[in-house]
Each structure stands twice: as structure tokens, then as C-alpha cells.
């Protein structure tokens, strides 16, 4: 069975181990302080249950610490905020990280300044970074482009007429994450090649955040026709 | 009737040439130099008529200097290459800017290091740079997400079925703008809202490039689903 570790607790990591776990995965999911993220107790959002609630009814995910989710799992999921995806990714090591498939679905958004920011872009890209940090990783950029929801369940828009794309290094990987894709209801997946297409992917970000902004809503996506 | 100002010559300027004057229009094709540009005999690219050849078969089309294009039209289309579009408008002075509506198709990309590359990006568009150095220039950035057959004959990709983006920050100029792009076949018109909202639409390039060069071949588009 395939061990998922799922790096990061919030909206876009409970989506993806949830879903993961209902696939009948097994699902570590890393946090920085265990117990702490275990007394959050109070909704971050209204509508959105607490993560200890979250926590409670999703009992196949076992939460842990960055480290342990990464060496004991066959498969990671970034679902960290980009501008710290490098510094959790280190607190496991290079050795750890050698050879496992990294599901990057990070965006490198700076939150600080109130208005969202790339803060890499056009020449480079956060999958681009993370794949010459740990030349032994096989990163695989995929489902950045769409709301947490949308990721895991992309029949909630248009009954699943649109698009997912990939981009990797590693064909193998990218066989991985397109059959994972599929298992989550996703019909068109799109290899735009190798991980330097993560720069038009990660770019994509300031057209997404002014679609959603424009349409008073995060579920859409854009469905790639010829 | 309309009088159009299309500034550029290139595969851009003339679809918009065109279809302008195959819509009854008057066209006023701008240019640096008349008498080079109708020197020009070869053909730039294979299968690509020259220039010559293309002015003689759309005898509707008025080759004239940039300034002189801007004086005489209503609606100004903006088919420069980026990098050189400010300089193009300065030709003829804000006073003959003023009023006018700009179709801004550019896109701010530097083709001098091989690369294509966008030279203005997240914080900034070549869009907003024009309407902030003629603020009563009324710029609708449009169309400079798809190649210029599409822009002119969308139903050449998937029957039509694909989304063109608009934004700018007058709504008259915008319903103007809308009206001639469901002249050219357009059904799906997706405004933005502001002028600034051409940040997304021109970043979207890094990803269009990209799926050119997987895709091999331009005639493609997305289409926003919800």
C-alpha cells in the first residue's frame, strides 16, 4: 500500500489527505509542533470546521511531525504555503527525500503584505527551486492551478469538463500523479513537459486570484481546447 | 462608420487588418517607415506572404506612418510588439490619445535574448504602463492570449467554444471592444474588471508559450468553466 505524506495542515492538506485516505491510502500528515496543530480547536474560517474536529473524523490520517511524514511515506504532497515549502522539506534531509515522488501543489504567495505576491516567477519557479535543492526528489507540479475542493473533486465544476496540468522531470512520477489525478475524477490531464513548465503554471496564479476575485468565487478552472 | 488605427504590421496587425476591414470598417495601418514596410517583397516566414503581397490583396487597408494612423481613427489596436508600444504612442502625443479606445494586444515580451521572456510581470503590465502614461487614452487589453488567427476567427479552435478575457477601467470603451470581438465569432467574453487585471492576462503568456511549444501548435485557447 502507498504511504501519502501530506506536508501541511491547512485547507489545501486536509483536502488532499482526506481524499487520499478515502482512496484507501495510508496518510501521514506532517505539521511543525504535533501538539499544537492538535489543540487548534477553533474554526480559522467560519464554515470550516476546526483542524482537531477535521482531525477526529478523518481517523486513517495519523498526524506527525514534517520529518516522520516525509521518511515514512512513498509519496509527499507540498501542500505547504510555497514560501516555506524549502525549510520544511530541509527538516527531513536530503537522504530522506532521495528517490520519493513530491506532489508540489504550493504556490510561492507571499501573504505578508495583505495583497498575494509571486515571489519567484518568469525565470524561475517554487518547483523549479525545489527540484534543485534535492536533485534526488522527483517533483511533480499538479493541481495548483485549482482550489482546494476543486483538486480533489473536480466533478464540482462542469461535471469535470476541464483541465488538470502536470510537469515533471521524472515520466514515471508524472505516471504516478496522472493515475492519482484520474482516481480523484480527473479526465484530461495535460504533461506540459519538464519542471521548468511550473513558471507558466505557478504564473497562471495572478490570472487565477483575478478570476476569482471577478467571479465572487473559487470554483472554476479553465478546460484546454484545440 | 469606424475608423480603425491598427499600429504594427506583423502576423498580429494584419489578422486584425483584416477581419477590421472585412467587417466594413476603415483601416489605417500604421508603420515607422511606409515606404520600407511597402518595400517589403519577401516573405518573412515560409508559407507567410510578404508584406507587399499581403497590402495588395486588402486594398481596404490604408498604410500609413504610426501618428498619422492615431490622428485619423476612433479605436486604436495596439499590435506593436510590447517592448516598443510606448514609443509607437508617443508618436503622435497624448492630445491625439485622448478619448480614443486602445485595444491593447501586445504583450511586454523582450524576443532580444532568444527566450521570450515578459519584461514587466505580477506587480505590473505592459497594459496598465499605457493607460498610466495616457490617462485619457481608454486602453481594453484584449486578445494577447491567443495567437492572431484565433483573435479574428475563434471558431478555427474547438467551434468556438473558448474564452476571451477583457479588462480595462472604462465599461463604454469595454461594450465597445466586446461588440467587435462577437463580430470576429467570439461567444464566451469573460470581463476582468480593471485595467490591472491584465497582470494575470499577460503573466498567462508563460503558460501559453508553454503549451505551444508541448502542444506544437499555436491554434489553441482555454475556456473558463464554473
Given at each position: 500500500?502507498?504511504v501519502?505524506?501530506?506536508?501541511?495542515?491547512?485547507t489545501?492538506?486536509?483536502?488532499?489527505?482526506?481524499?487520499?485516505?478515502?482512496?484507501?491510502?495510508?496518510?501521514?500528515?506532517?505539521?511543525?509542533?504535533?501538539?499544537?496543530?492538535?489543540?487548534?480547536?477553533?474554526?480559522e474560517?467560519?464554515?470550516?470546521?476546526?483542524?482537531?474536529?477535521?482531525?477526529?473524523?478523518?481517523?486513517?490520517?495519523?498526524?506527525?511531525?514534517?520529518?516522520?511524514?516525509?521518511?515514512?511515506?512513498?509519496?509527499?504532497?507540498?501542500?505547504?504555503?510555497?514560501?516555506?515549502?524549502l525549510?520544511?522539506?530541509?527538516?527531513?534531509?536530503?537522504?530522506?527525500?532521495?528517490?520519493?515522488i513530491?506532489?508540489?501543489?504550493?504556490?510561492?504567495?507571499?501573504?505578508?503584505?495583505?495583497?498575494?505576491?509571486?515571489?519567484?516567477?518568469?525565470?524561475?519557479?517554487?518547483?523549479?527551486?525545489?527540484?534543485?535543492?534535492?536533485?534526488?526528489?522527483?517533483?511533480v507540479?499538479?493541481?495548483n492551478?485549482v482550489?482546494?475542493?476543486?483538486?480533489?473533486?473536480?466533478?464540482?465544476?462542469?461535471?469535470?469538463?476541464?483541465?488538470?496540468?502536470?510537469?515533471?522531470?521524472?515520466?514515471?512520477?508524472?505516471?504516478?500523479?496522472?493515475?492519482?489525478?484520474?482516481?480523484f475524477?480527473?479526465?484530461?490531464?495535460?504533461?506540459?513537459?519538464?519542471?521548468?513548465?511550473?513558471?507558466g503554471?505557478?504564473?497562471?496564479l495572478?490570472?487565477?486570484?483575478r478570476?476569482?476575485?471577478?467571479?465572487?468565487?473559487?470554483?472554476?478552472?479553465?478546460?484546454?481546447?484545440?
Amino acid at each position: 500500500m502507498t504511504v501519502y505524506g501530506v506536508l501541511g495542515t491547512g485547507t489545501v492538506g486536509r483536502a488532499l489527505a482526506g481524499a487520499l485516505a478515502a482512496n484507501g491510502g495510508e496518510v501521514r500528515m506532517g505539521t511543525r509542533d504535533v501538539a499544537a496543530t492538535r489543540a487548534r480547536t477553533e474554526p480559522e474560517r467560519p464554515g470550516l470546521p476546526s483542524f482537531a474536529e477535521w482531525l477526529a473524523s478523518n481517523d486513517a490520517v495519523h498526524l506527525t511531525t514534517f520529518a516522520d511524514a516525509i521518511v515514512g511515506a512513498d509519496v509527499l504532497v507540498n501542500a505547504t504555503s510555497g514560501m516555506t515549502s524549502l525549510d520544511i522539506l530541509a527538516a527531513a534531509g536530503a537522504d530522506a527525500l532521495d528517490g520519493k515522488i513530491l506532489i508540489d501543489i504550493a504556490n510561492p504567495l507571499d501573504f505578508s503584505t495583505g495583497e498575494l505576491r509571486l515571489t519567484v516567477a518568469i525565470d524561475d519557479s517554487l518547483g523549479e527551486t525545489i527540484q534543485r535543492a534535492y536533485p534526488g526528489l522527483r517533483v511533480v507540479k499538479a493541481l495548483n492551478m485549482v482550489t482546494a475542493a476543486v483538486m480533489v473533486d473536480p466533478r464540482s465544476v462542469a461535471g469535470g469538463e476541464h483541465t488538470a496540468f502536470i510537469a515533471g522531470n521524472d515520466d514515471e512520477a508524472k505516471a504516478v500523479v496522472g493515475e492519482l489525478l484520474r482516481s480523484f475524477g480527473w479526465r484530461d490531464i495535460q504533461d506540459l513537459g519538464d519542471i521548468t513548465a511550473a513558471r507558466g503554471m505557478e504564473a497562471y496564479l495572478v490570472l487565477w486570484l483575478r478570476g476569482m476575485q471577478t467571479l465572487g468565487t473559487p470554483m472554476f478552472n479553465v478546460k484546454l481546447v484545440r
